[in-house]
């Protein structure tokens, strides 16, 4: 069994178990859309967890959406900063006629750098600006640097499943084992 993560408000109920014992991250949240973001980016950030969720959908899927984030990024928090890594990871991705480049900075500072601008405003019954609002609680509960720019794109659906993939690269590469300190500080915290 691996290590569990929760958040319990009036407002949500998350479950997170990060490391597993799944072949494939198994994630039970009442959006489809964010669950298919959410397995893309774990998927190729090459984690596994289980994410179960529910929230106060009849007001929207503002505090669901910012909850995940919020102990995702504490998952990641706990596990990546227990042993050495490459620190820094990037990923230029593209999604048919969609571009994002990601890069990721594991330093122990948050910081979200968004220069993404979807064409829609929604995906489905999904309000896309909720995406960065999942970013900026991710970054900083992960307390990691995280930048997104968009290259290009043909459609909003493309532009966040590329936004998603490239993070989940750029997260991929920054978690390499490393016993190099990535710091000419000598420390990361």
């Known amino acids: 069994m691996g290590t569990v993560f929760e ?26 859309f964010l669950c298919h973001m959410l397995d893309l980016f774990c998927f190729h950030a090459g984690i596994r967890v289980i994410i179960r969720g529910k929230g106060d959908l009849q ?22 900063y227990q042993n050495p890594n490459s620190r820094y990871g990037w990923s230029v991705l593209p999604m048919d006629g969609s571009l ?8 122990g500072r ?16 999904f309000d896309l ?16 640097t995280v930048h997104f720019v968009q290259l290009s794109c043909d459609n909003s659906h493309h532009l966040c499943e590329a936004l998603f993939k ?15 300190i990535r710091s000419t500080k000598g420390i990361l915290l």
């Open 7 to 32: 958040r319990k408000t009036s407002e949500t109920e998350i479950f997170c178990e990060w490391d597993a014992e799944v072949d494939r991250s198994e994630i039970n949240i009442p959006c489809g």
């Open 59 to 80: 007001v929207d899927y503002h505090h669901l959406v910012e909850d995940l984030g919020i102990v995702l990024g504490k998952a990641f928090y706990a596990k990546i």
């Open 100 to 107: 994002v480049l990601s890069s990721v900075d594991i330093s």
């Open 110 to 125: 948050s910081s979200l750098s968004w220069k993404i601008n979807f064409p829609a405003q929604k995906c489905g019954d």
């Open 129 to 144: 600006e909720l995406v960065e609002e999942f970013w900026k609680a991710f970054s900083r509960e992960s307390r990691t």
């Open 166 to 180: 490239s993070a989940g690269r750029s997260f991929a590469l920054a978690m390499k084992p490393s016993e190099e």
